[in-house]
Structures are given as C-alpha cells and as structure tokens.
C-alpha cells in the first residue's frame, strides 16, 4: 500500500479513504473504512438479500439486526474501486462500471459466506448484533477477515466519479508471488489449478466469461483457495456486449484465439487463459511468446505451447485446455475434475517458502487494520 497524493480523495460516500492498494488503465484502488452502522445504500441495495436463505437455516434468526453478509463484513477494511476522472465522463465506462458491479454480485457465493458465519459461531465467536467479534475484544466489535470468500460489493454509480466499495482481500495474486519469494511446488500448482477451475465453473454456471484470467487477476491463499479479481471486462450472456465484433479484449500474453481473432468469447476462452496463466506460474513466462504483441498474437494461433519446464503430469492437462478449437478444451467442471483425481499425494522434496503465503496476508491485514484505525 502506498500514501495518498495530494489529489486523491479522503472520502467517497460514508467512507474514509487511508491509502492506495493500486492503480491501472482506468482507475486506482484504495484502502477504506466505514464506521457508521447503517450500511451505504448504493446500486445494490435491491440486488442484495437482507437474509440469505443459509443464515436462516445454519444460525437461525438473532435479534435485530440480523445476521447478513454486510453486517459480518461492515467493521472490516475495505479495497475501495474508482473510475479514473478522464474516464468518469465517458457513458460507455460508466456501463461498463455497473456491469463490473453487477458481475461481482451475481458471482458472490451467499451460501459460502454463511458457512463461514456458521464456521465462527461454531468455533466460539460471539456475533453479538449480528457483528463477528472476538473474544478477547470485549470493548467493542471486530472484523474476523474472512475465509477466502468472495467480495460483495457495495456501490454508488451515479456520482461524479463512479467507485464501489469490496471487502478487502489481504491475499497475494501469483504475478506477486515470485518478488515475495514465495515459490509454488507440484502440490499447489494441482490445488491452484483445481481451486481456479471450480471458481470458473462457478462463474460459468451463472452466465459469466471472465475474459481476463491471468498472473495479476488470480489470488492464491494460504488455504490452498484461488481467489478471482477484476470482472471490469467480465460478459454476462443476459447483456448485449459493449464491444463490436473484431473488437480485441484482455491482457495479450493470456489471450485465447477467439479473443486474438476478435471472435465471439465463450467459457472456454477463460480455461485458454487459465491454462497460460498456471504456465506462467511455473515457468514465469507465457506458452506464447514473441518480440512484440503482434508476435505473441500470432503465436497463440498459430503455435504450439511451449511448456518446457512444465511437469508433464500437469503438462498434460494445461496441453488439453490450450487447444486452438474451443470445443476441444474441457470445461471448467471437467477440469476441476480430473485435477482432483490427479493431484499428486506427495510431493518429493517439498520445501515450505518463507515467507509463507499465510505471513503475508497477516502482515498485509494488520497493516490494513493499522492504517484503518482497527487494530
């Protein structure tokens, strides 16, 4: 995380804006809090259920105010997500904004996030008013960071600069992980590849095409759990796509065909990019590659992978989802599949990095609760 610029907002909505988390093409990330007790109503509050079905039937019904997903969370930090203002202008951003918004809510899993409530009441937290506390903080409430679930967002569209608030996620993505020195052995990269491909059959099952899988988009957490980030580029097949056809979209080294070509995206380009993805992890380059991005275009339609230095079980199974033909790549259930019956049962001369993966999401949540005022 980084200090705030002379530029930067101190507050958006009811929250309070700490530091930067990180900034891209269209906008930055910032680190945030909100410590009223009403939640900010914003573009989903009619989208979000005031009860999930779970709560009710793992917890049973507190008194007032019920457990719900923004009571468990709404102590925590929060990444807070901006529109750049050159861009704030633009209608078609500000679609793509809520569309992004809207993705992120329709792939929030209700049902993981009440196991995990149902996890903390079983393990002996107090969830007085409907709040995660500790036992050890009898002063006052405090955010439990979550198990690995999913962000929910919450989000106000129609101001000046379009943001939506999530909860923060202290995980590092796998383009961190080599200058972490954190390095992945044979038993995690079948987990990673596994975790991801049951969240993209998650994804998948609900309408949505990533359409951006790659090293910075994909969290690995110390459970063994991937983590999917950025949706800004997501497609839902209930939308009419914002972009023409030939238009080219995502990241060109994890780019499938299709995408290269500018044709129609299915489910299947994401299990192309994936398949890059967890190349890169490994081997810390793409199976296509080449001296400029019209090179490296080429290559992924014309070439074969280069999966030198790829164990050849895994080898194997990335070969199959970086086929050219997208009706010969698995699906992302399939996929899930055959990774958990070929996951090694050891793995020979495993080392544990240190720093691990775990010393790094502690490290990063106390900061984050330091500079949030909650620790």
Known sequence: MKPLEDTDPRQLGGWRIVARIGEGGMGIVYLGVYLDDDPPLGLLESMTPPVDPFFEAQIGRLNPPLLTPWNLVRRGPVAIKTISPRYAGDPSARERFRREVAACEKSHDWAATGRDAA????????????????PMFEEGPRFIRPNDAPPMPIARGEEPIPWFAMQYMPDPSLAELPGLGIELDCCDRFRLLHSAAQDLSWFHSLG???RDIKPSNVAYTDNYETILFDLGIALDSNNVPLTTVGAVIGTVAFMSPEQVEGKPVGPASDLFSLASTVVWTVTRKSPFSGTSSMATMYAICTAEPDLAGVPDDLAMILRQCLDKAPEKRPTAAKLAEVTYEGHPSDCPGRKYSTPSIGDIEDARWNEALRLCGLD
């Not at 009441?121 to 506390?133: C, I, K, M, P, Q």
């Open 119 to 134: 996890h903390y009441r079983h393990e002996g937290f107090d969830l007085r008013d409907g709040t995660a506390v500790l």
């Open 208 to 210: 949505l095409v990533h």
